[in-house]
Each structure stands twice: as structure tokens, then as C-alpha cells.
């Protein structure tokens, strides 16, 4: 079983819309949640961190954590063509960052 | 905003070379980390830094990387002897303690030949 699972997309929406994505881990031992934006030969951009289950809300952007299903989420409200990037859950443990495989976003006009 | 800068954004190096890859961290932050990230694969954690010295390394980091922090601003990682999987993105972050978010840099391509 996979550490950190993430669903590889693309997803591709039309501007205005609601986007969700989602990762689930394995490990119950893992302490901190993030989410990061990654943009063509760029480095991640950290979006949000999370240190406990229930929401967190900065904007567009709303985390999710449900640390009982092991299960965290990342919904943009009123999506952007400039969002249109690549989405990647990172899981801390310790000192070290445990990342998805990232989600391909496409928003459309 | 502060923010990690990387040089080179590309190296070019010979199989068996050594390089070595550069990192300023943002300025007040006291943990440093690298990561890579070969081409179509997810990023993965190299090593950990803390007053001066590695506090956690992955399986991926062998006798043929090492870290250090010569001065007060940069951090650098070294390959000894490079070879073909080798060639990857590889990030620099910093953070102001450990488990806390952490800011990556945009990364320097190495490309082994």
C-alpha cells in the first residue's frame, strides 16, 4: 500500500466551477497536512497547512482533514483559469514532507 | 515575499563528475531540506538539516550525497559521483522549525550525460 495516494487526473473544468481533490494516506502516525500548487518547471507553492482534522478556509480555498479515514481534501470555489496547475497533497512525519503523485488541473473559460 | 532561491537552474555534468547544487533559505528559517523529483515521478525527501547536521535522511540519500551549510546563507547538496538516474529536478526548502510548512525554492534540473 502506497504511502500517500493521490488521484493523477487531469481534471478539467470550466471556470466558475467547484473543484475538489483528494489524497488518503496510510499511516494514522502522520502528524501535518499540506497542499501545494506546482506550476511547470516551477517548485511547489505552499496553498494550505493543517495540523488537525475539520476544515480550514483561506479564500478560495478550503482543507479538509478526516484523520479517522486517514483522508484529506483540497475544494477551490469559483475556479480560475490562472488555477490551472498541478495540486500536490504532502503529508509531514517528522521532519519529512511525504507527497502525492499531484493532480493535473485544467480550468477552462 | 521572501523566498529560496536555487542556482543553477540547469546543470549539465558528465556521469561521474561531481556537482553540486546551491540553496540560499529564506533568512530566518533554521530548517533546510532537499528533495527531487525525476521527470513524471512525485517529489521525494533526500535529507533534513538542523544546526548543522543531518537530523533525517531517506534511503535514496547514499555515501554519494552529503549536505552542508558553509556560511550563514547557503545551503548545498553534492553528488560525488554522478550517474544516469541521477538526472532530476532537485528542490531546496527551508522552514522556521521543524514540522512546519515548508517553502521550496523553483528547483535546479540536473541533467547527467
Known amino acids: 500500500q502506497k504511502e500517500v495516494e493521490q488521484d493523477p487526473g487531469p481534471l478539467s473544468v470550466p471556470e466558475g466551477a467547484i473543484v475538489s481533490l483528494n489524497c488518503t494516506y496510510s499511516n494514522s502516525a502522520f502528524q501535518y497536512f499540506m497542499w501545494y500548487r506546482q506550476y511547470s518547471r516551477k517548485g511547489p507553492e505552499l496553498l494550505m497547512y493543517?495540523?488537525?482534522?475539520g476544515n480550514k478556509e483561506d479564500g478560495r480555498f478550503t482543507a479538509q482533514v478526516d484523520k479517522s479515514s486517514k483522508y484529506i481534501s483540497l475544494f477551490i470555489r469559483d475556479s480560475q483559469p490562472s488555477d490551472s496547475a498541478t495540486y500536490l497533497c504532502a503529508i509531514g512525519y517528522t521532519d519529512k514532507l511525504i507527497f502525492g503523485t499531484g493532480t493535473r488541473l485544467q480550468v477552462f473559460p | 515575499e521572501p523566498e529560496v532561491t536555487q542556482t543553477p537552474s540547469h546543470q549539465v555534468t558528465q556521469m561521474g563528475q561531481e556537482v553540486i547544487l546551491r540553496c540560499v533559505p529564506i533568512?530566518?528559517?533554521?530548517?533546510f531540506y532537499w528533495y527531487r523529483q525525476i521527470l513524471g515521478q512525485k517529489v521525494e525527501f533526500l535529507v533534513s538539516?538542523?544546526?548543522?547536521?543531518?537530523?533525517?535522511k531517506s534511503e535514496i540519500f547514499d555515501d554519494q550525497f552529503s549536505v552542508e551549510r558553509p556560511d550563514g546563507s547557503n545551503f548545498t547538496l553534492k553528488i560525488r559521483s554522478t550517474k544516469l538516474e541521477d538526472s532530476a529536478m532537485y528542490f531546496c526548502?527551508?522552514?522556521?522549525?521543524?514540522?512546519?510548512?515548508?517553502?521550496f525554492g523553483d528547483g535546479t534540473r540536473l541533467s547527467i550525460l
Open positions: 526548502a527551508s522552514s522556521t522549525r521543524g514540522e512546519q510548512p515548508q517553502h
Open positions: 493543517t495540523y488537525s482534522s
Open positions: 533568512s530566518n528559517h533554521l530548517y
Open positions: 538539516f538542523y544546526n548543522n547536521e543531518i537530523s533525517e
